[in-house]
């Protein structure tokens, strides 16, 4: 059996231990490529898709994985370079789909009318196998859809089968925000599968905001947090994975949106947690992770919410977070908070100065009670233990301006509007789940454009859920800037691409179409609803 969580020394040895060092994960692979092919201003990176075997929770899973570890390798780049990466799909030919009710067929295409006669319906899950791949947070080109870039309203997803090979290379804007983004799949109908399978990694953009003498003399420890849903074999009992079967419904071993036999919770590759098929049930502890620091010394947390549904409340008991940066923007000073609340997708990055009280303080996600579907417990993601000799250390009381952002835009600056309604339909008899996730009334469609912005103008989005549960809006290719959330003004407006719209509430946001076009997407980042509808295209001209 092979176990592939990297410890700490092998961490530091991967990544030179001078770039980032603490508890860095990942292995930083190809980097700035080599040999005759060499380019100074390219970063490469090779990815292969296959299935890998662990120890984790007290049983052995087999998922699908990134190079053989969860979570994937962390890329690093910066502004006006070119993210080269090369997307090796080993995994298996994808099985038959069975019937689900129109005709069974293994398409993933669909007309106005629903899906074409033989085809899937491509909001029942599918094609488990078959992969792509988001920059999630990356100003960069328009990248889900065949070709890179495209502006055919028509055009498909980009679909890297089993045995092939496909390049990315996304070339970075010179003012680029410099934070931590993240990538993962994006092929409407395995998302959620591979998501929580464990496919996924950082992206860390360097620059200005790591070079205030505050936060390049804090030490770095990154955090990507994930869970994986898996299920008892049906071959071997002693085994779990996550194998549904296209084309049938949850109780005949199809895609379910919930009560998988375990869901366990990782801090980068290692379990922390773990809880059966009862949503709100109490977080079972694992594996403890410990960050030791000095009375009065400053870390810098970087952190991913990497789950596929999980709305994660931070805290660290004792201590205030002094938050630097969200969704890879950075702000223009730091913002002291109690509690930071993560949507699915959201990054976080803040300042950490130990408490001049020695003792083990824990870094903890509070219990979620009415916000979403079903309550959900807390868990400990780590420990901060204090202890030492004292040593004082300053906080920053200024950050450079990302200047791609700003200035804040102003109501004048609006030319146009837009509202998204999050609404989940229960029950909903034409897909297999039961549940219809929708936006603005309507499931997805492939080739249907739900909204034309044009480039170089702003616009004004009012995101709304109803009263069954929140959602996370996530829109690609540029970030947006919150303005009110239930009415009540955010000040500063907060720069980000990923917002949790409130239970019953509304969020109101403004976004600038700077510099790309062509066909994109925004969607729910609870990917199991994304992969069931809860998503559209929209056009930048």
Known sequence: MIDTRLT???????????LLGGSFLGTLVGCGGGGSGFNPLVDSYDIRVGYSTRQMAGVTIRTRTYNGIIPGPVMVTRPGRTLRVRVINELPPNPPPADDGNGGGGGHGMTKQGPKAGEMNPNNPHRFNSTNLHFHGMDVKTHLFEPIGTSNPNAKFIEIEPGETYTYEMALPPDHP????????????????????????GIIVLGAIDEVPEIAAARQEIMIVQSLRVNQSKDDPNMYEMEPIAGKGPAEGGFKTNEF????????????????????APVQPLNSQQIEMRPGEVIRVRMLNGMDEQFMPVQVDGHQLHVIAWDGVNLQAPQAMDVAELAPGNRLEFLLKASDTPGV??????????????DSSGMVISQIVVQGEPMQMALPTTLPTPEREY?????SEVSGNHEIRFATVFPYPDLLTGVGFTINEKLYEETRIDHTVARGTSEEWVLKATADEGHPFHIHVNS??????NGQAVNPPRIMDTVWVPKGGTVKVRMRFKEFSGKSVYHCHILIHEDTGMMQNFMIN
């Open 8 to 18: 700490r020394r092998d961490l530091l040895a991967a990544s030179g231990a001078t």
């Open 178 to 201: 410099t934070g931590l983004n993240w990538y993962h799949p994006h092929l409407h109908g395995s998302t959620a599968t591979q998501v929580f399978s464990g496919m996924a990694g």
């Open 261 to 280: 036999d375990k869901t366990i919770f990782t801090l980068n590759g290692f379990d922390i947690g773990w809880k059966g098929p009862e949503r709100s």
């Open 361 to 374: 303080y824990a870094l903890r996600q509070n219990a979620v009670v009415g916000e979403q579907f079903e």
């Open 407 to 411: 200035p804040i835009i102003s109501s």
């Open 480 to 485: 947006f800037q919150v303005i009110e959330v």
